[in-house]
């Protein structure tokens, strides 16, 4: 697992369908090492701290290999590292493969995986596509929001290592299951439930799917 691209922005004011939006999705890939801070990288900012950011949301990365999966949908140059938002694009760092709560040293900061992105309509500004943040939630392709257990440095080129696993056996895709339309796995719920890595609006939206 490698570090394919390291992105950042900071909030700026975008023209959109006759409306100023303020938005830091425009990330840009980053040339050397970048500091990891306990809610964000360094350079990178986020505009409305009510749905973005904090402490379980801090970075967010996004599987290079699901790029292929979006030219169907999306002009080829538009999807460069960052297209999605990203602050880290990886390589070999899966929604299936990880388990909520995992920890990984990417340079000489470690990140634990704690929740699947929910778009919202900026990702459609960012990619020029309206209809894309229902084409996100469809596809299942969520990337990962990770916390800072240890705050450092990283850069493009660095290996990702899984230093510590965690003891339930559910996934950032488990989580992205729950929330598609139709019956929810009573048992996948409850063993969500169980972890203890949930922020509290997760375990809020898990439990209103309880029978």
């Known amino acids: 697992m490698k570090l394919l691209s390291v992105n950042v ?36 900012g986020q505009a409305d701290l009510r749905v973005h950011g904090g402490r379980d949301k801090a970075v967010y990365a996004y599987p290079h290999e699901h790029y292929s999966f979006w030219q169907q949908y999306l002009p080829v140059d538009l999807l460069v590292p960052g297209a999605f938002g990203e602050n880290l694009t990886t390589i070999g760092l899966l929604e299936s493969e990880v388990r909520l709560g995992d920890c990984f040293r990417m340079g000489t900061a470690v990140l634990q995986a704690m929740q699947p992105r929910r778009p919202c309509v900026k990702l459609g500004i960012r990619l020029q596509r309206p209809t894309v943040v229902r084409e996100f939630e ?16 990283l850069e493009a080129g660095d290996t990702i290592s899984l230093i510590e696993r965690s003891p339930h056996a559910v996934t950032i895709q488990d989580m992205v299951t729950c929330l598609a339309p139709g019956s929810h796995d009573q048992g996948l719920v409850r063993a969500l439930l169980a972890t203890p890595y949930l922020s509290p609006s997760w375990q809020e939206r898990l439990r209103l799917l309880l029978n």
Not at 30 to 41: D, I, P, R
Not at 138 to 153: M, T
């Open 9 to 44: 922005a900071l909030p700026q004011d975008i023209a959109w369908q006759g409306k100023i939006v303020r938005t830091s999705i425009f990330k840009q890939p980053t040339v050397g090492a970048v500091q990891v801070l306990s809610e964000h990288l360094a350079g990178d």
């Open 138 to 153: 469809q596809a299942g392709r969520s990337g990962i929001y990770f916390r800072v257990q240890q705050p450092g440095v």
